[in-house]
């Protein structure tokens, strides 16, 4: 059984770090492609970074660009999400997702647009929570 297990959120102030990480479960990591997502009340969800770990290829999202990193740790089965200058609007809940094979969005010059139905295996959220 596919599980995705998503920790490391919690309250920072603007400008602030924090670290994410998902633990899987019931696969084998390098065979697949593991994004992060995010929903803040009211808005859509969104995607934010993604790896694909058979080669350790990133993408992410215009909002995530020089602010946040995404890596994995096929040993341990974790992908990590660092944000670094977090600021209020990064307030959401993150959500980590997987999908067998290679990352399956769109890329259009050189920009990553991820869709929450492209991913079938989904995690609980962390909260994250970014004051001013």
């Known amino acids: 059984e596919v599980q995705l297990q998503a920790s490391g959120g919690g309250l920072v102030q603007a400008g602030g770090s924090l670290r994410l990480s998902c633990a899987a479960s019931?696969?084998?990591?390098?065979?697949?492609?593991i994004a992060w997502f995010r929903q803040a009340p009211g808005k859509e969800r969104e995607g934010v970074s993604g790896i694909s770990c058979s080669d350790g290829t990133t993408y992410n999202a215009p909002s995530a660009k020089g602010r946040f990193t995404i890596t994995s740790d096929n040993a341990r089965n974790t992908v990590y999400l660092q944000m670094n200058s977090l600021q209020p609007e990064d307030t959401a809940v993150y959500y980590c997702?997987?999908?067998?094979?290679?990352?399956?969005?769109?890329?259009?010059?050189?920009?990553?647009?991820?869709?929450?139905?492209?991913?079938?295996?989904w995690g609980h959220g962390t909260q994250v929570t970014v004051s001013s």
């Open positions: 019931g696969f084998t990591f390098d065979d697949w492609t």
């Open positions: 997702a997987a999908v067998i094979g290679g990352q399956p969005s769109t890329l259009y010059r050189g920009t990553w647009y991820p869709l929450p139905h492209e991913y079938p295996y």
